[in-house]
């Protein structure tokens, strides 16, 4: 396949699973297994940083009415537990870093956080019927939150955004589009910090061989992608539940373990 086009497609990946429960490291993964090319780290994480400023782009407007009404209670209520839920992400992912934990190499685990994953969009989706909408996000549901951002990360194919999403449903948080928002505001400063902290971990190593057209290209897709399917799936969730994506999920990780071999 013409190594630009390849870059476009996994661009394009990258930017439509980053902010889907569906799980963007999960998706390269098998892309790099079905033929679209191994990348470098600083690629993976340049793309991810587009899919970031998508959403930074997003929720501008949110994230500067938060610092600007810091004196309002419930203003700094809030900002305080995105705070809280980044600050126990930040404390725990040193931690994991420093115990030398990597991805894995092949899908079978991913295929196994896939599948598992849905079951538990479906149960978060079956409770949160059962009760009233709730939109507040109370102190444990932004502790588990930053827990949350921490088991994704641990069990690539979880998906970040899905984990913290039906972390907070599942803790007391039943409303999509509460859940939704939180989840992706303390998503911003998360990815930023580890895309920063990754950068220069590579930077000390040196950035030797990379092909700064490709990274451009794929930066630039990946941007453009996710700021409209962030976009839909915002508009999305107020009128549909996220069972369509736990469908796919057990779907896909079905497929991936009938269809690939378990060291692939």
């Known amino acids: 396949m013409n190594n630009l086009l390849q870059v476009i497609l996994l661009g394009v990946i990258e930017g439509v699973t980053e902010f889907l429960p569906i799980s963007s490291t999960g998706h ?12 470098s780290e600083v690629f993976n994480i340049v793309i991810q940083a587009g899919a970031i400023l998508a959403v930074t782009f997003i929720f501008w407007q949110t994230l500067w009415e938060l610092l600007r009404g810091l004196a309002d209670p419930d203003k700094r209520s809030y900002a305080l537990k995105l705070t809280v839920a980044f600050a126990i992400t930040a404390v725990l992912g040193l931690v994991v870093s420093k115990l030398g934990f990597e ?23 079956w409770l949160a019927a059962k009760k009233a909408p709730q939109s507040e996000i109370t102190w444990p549901v932004a502790a588990i939150v930053g827990l949350a951002q921490i088991v994704a990360g641990v069990f690539p194919g979880t998906s970040r955004s899905g984990a913290t999403i039906f972390a907070a449903m599942l803790s007391g948080t039943s409303d999509r589009k509460a859940a939704t928002q939180f989840s992706f505001l303390v ?12 950068l220069l971990k590579q930077y000390k190593l040196g950035f030797g061989g990379e092909n700064w057209s490709d990274l451009g290209i ?35 990780g079905v497929g991936l373990l009938l269809l690939l071999p378990s060291g692939s």
């Open 28 to 39: 390269l993964l098998i892309a790099e297994k079905l033929g679209l090319g191994q990348r």
């Open 103 to 125: 991805l894995p190499e092949n899908v079978t685990p991913v295929a196994w956080a896939l599948i598992v994953g849905g079951l538990v969009i479906f149960v978060a989706e």
């Open 187 to 198: 998503g911003i400063p998360t990815m930023y910090a580890a895309s920063g902290y990754a």
């Open 218 to 252: 794929a930066f630039t897709v990946s941007t453009l992608t996710a700021f409209v399917v962030v976009k839909w799936l915002m508009r999305y969730i107020q009128t549909h539940t996220f069972n369509a994506f736990a469908v796919y999920r057990i779907v896909l």
